[in-house]
């Protein structure tokens, strides 16, 4: 089977991966719907818990395969910091003020902190063109946000802010991930990434909830969206994910990085009525010319070192 990142795949695996983005685009409306409710905290750990739970029956009753968690429980306390914790209560925090789309766009950013990263933590050179990218990509993230319908207050600025925190966060996850668990089966990390976020944000979701009890209103919407994000969004995308990781590889599945923002308007659009602005549409085209600048993408199949760069940068759960 012939492969580039734009890549020939069966018609099974191609609609598994338009599946896969369109569900990480979902789970932008799933946030908008379900943050204001419970809370960016609450809700991004009532998600990682049944997401980890999910996983961890699936792993153990549906392919019967040993976790071994405790073996590294600390390191997966670090990793669902990084790469769950953090960047999914940053993103709901935003999304009390940003739309389903605008936030969408601007996690597609994480690629480009991921260069940054790992130019730092791995010592990885910034080429002339991987620096144009990233002056690219700032450029696409004020296009956005400039041209956005929202009015750019101090709240929204902040909502930015914590989005672009959000991607820091998965790019930072990314090379951990890629340094630290080298040889562990993806389920695994997986649910311990998930777990080990659930226990990391427990001590500040308690309080928080106890003190919102009161006022809590969970309605039908409110409810669906949250098993929808946990279920659907989180542990179900991460088996189609690891599907397509071994039909089609990794570097094909890392395509899902352009299709996710486009999936995220769409649906925000649909289900939400939330404005599509030129703007978003412009800002978005050179966030995802950015990448593909930084990442080194061609139609030609990666080399290795680019395969290295682009799996460090891979698409997170949102």
């Known amino acids: 089977m012939l492969e580039s990142w734009i890549f020939t795949v069966r018609l099974r695996d191609f609609g598994a991966l338009l599946l896969l983005a369109a569900i990480f685009g979902g789970s932008f409306l799933f946030i908008r719907v379900a943050a204001p409710a419970l809370g960016p905290v609450t809700l991004a750990d009532v998600r990682v818990l049944v997401a980890g739970l999910a996983l961890l029956l699936y792993g153990v009753l549906g392919v019967r395969k040993r976790m071994n968690l405790r073996a590294y429980w600390k390191r997966y ?174 570097t094909s599945t890392l395509s899902v990085t352009f299709l996710v923002p486009f999936f995220g308007l769409l649906w925000s659009a649909l289900f939400l009525h939330e404005p599509v602005s030129v703007g978003s549409i412009l800002g978005l085209l050179i966030i995802l010319a950015s990448i593909v600048l930084v990442t080194g993408l061609s139609l030609r199949p990666p080399t290795r070192r680019q395969r290295v760069a682009l799996e460090t940068a891979a698409p997170h759960q949102q």
């Open 77 to 250: 306390l670090i990793l669902g910091a990084l790469n769950a914790a953090l960047p999914y209560s940053l993103i709901g925090f935003a999304e009390l003020r940003l739309t389903a789309g605008l936030a969408a766009i601007l996690n597609a950013t994480t690629p480009l902190f991921a260069t940054v990263v790992a130019a730092f933590w791995l010592g990885d050179r910034i080429t002339p063109a991987k620096l144009f990218g990233l002056l690219l990509g700032i450029i696409g993230v004020s296009v956005v946000v400039g041209w956005s319908p929202l009015a750019l207050d101090g709240g929204v600025a902040l909502a930015v802010a914590a989005s672009l925190l959000a991607a820091l966060a998965y790019a930072l996850g990314g090379v951990y991930a890629k340094r630290t668990f080298v040889g562990v089966a993806p389920l695994a990390q997986a649910t311990g990434q998930q777990l080990g976020a659930g226990i990391v944000l427990l001590p500040f979701a308690i309080p928080l909830t106890i003190g919102a009890a009161p006022t809590l209103h969970l309605s039908p919407d409110v409810i669906g969206a949250v098993v929808a994000l946990a279920l659907l969004g989180t542990a179900l995308a991460y088996l189609i994910y690891f599907y397509l990781i071994v039909t089609v590889g990794a």
